[in-house]
């Protein structure tokens, strides 16, 4: 079944909405110096720092975007991170994004309306990706990368973890999920995420499982550039859990959304780097 035949629905847990909200009210997100530079006042980061472009619009929900921008400056390599969109005072164009080390693509709703939203920028994300940059997909940010109703940043089609064989969640509520990560049980916040192509070029990595065996996180390669994706949440902040009765074995820990952050940066030794 294509993609854009059904609704791969990644919408934001429930908690979010009132997260956004509080966010905002406080006053924690600030214009930086330099226009059109949003961060979180209190990690501020310097102007030397990378520059992480992080999607806030229409295509994701409210709480995802700064769940990712937290997880980009809290990195081992920290970000600085600007948000950017069509109510963003950055808006997502080929030349910020020349700026940029890294795009993030946060999760959201479902993949068909996020298309609509995203598919004008395709030829400059693929364009920017392809000459050396690096993107990031959560959920539907990982959904989005796909072939069908995506930016064909990745080759085989992005399915739905729900609808593969032995799969141990089969339905869209807000869930937490066992996975293997670099062949270590993990558990991750997971709300109707993607699984990639079990059949994976020698450019591509994989440095997570679901419980079936089928892919949970791939970093490739597309042109000189490179491509991470996750199904689960390694994002999720304490915020999500709230009122909806989740909690996770492992603790709210980062390392695996930071770990996915380095390895799309950095190859390690024995992975193939990019041609070009």
Known sequence: MNHHHWPPHTRPPRTLTRRRLLISGAGILTVG??????????????????VALVYRGPASCAG??????????TSPTPFRTVFC??????????????NATVYAQPGGGTLAPAWRKMRGH???????????????????????????????LVPGDIERYIDS?????????????????????????????PTFPNTTPATTAVPARYDN?????????YGTGRVGLVGPHPEADPTWYTG???????????????DLIESTLHPTPNEPAPAG
């Open 64 to 73: 995802c975007s700064e769940a990712v921008a937290n997880l980009l400056q």
């Open 85 to 98: 969109g069509p109510d963003e005072a950055t808006p997502l164009t080929a030349a910020n994004l020349a």
């Open 244 to 258: 909806i009765d989740l909690t996770n074995p492992d603790g709210i820990r980062y390392d695996l959304g930071h």
């Open 213 to 221: 065996d089928l892919p949970a996180a791939v970093i490739t390669t």
């Open 122 to 152: 395709a030829d400059d994300l693929r364009a920017w990706v392809r000459g050396g940059g690096h993107y990031l997909g959560f959920c539907l940010g990982a959904y989005l990368a796909g072939p069908t109703s995506g930016f064909g």
């Open 165 to 193: 064989d032995n799969a141990t969640v089969h339905n869209t509520d807000d869930t937490v999920i066992a996975i293997r990560w670099r062949n270590q049980p993990r558990h991750m916040f997971f709300q109707d995420g």
């Open 33 to 50: 110096a330099t226009i059109g530079i949003t961060t979180h006042q209190h990690f501020d980061p310097p102007g030397n720092r990378p």
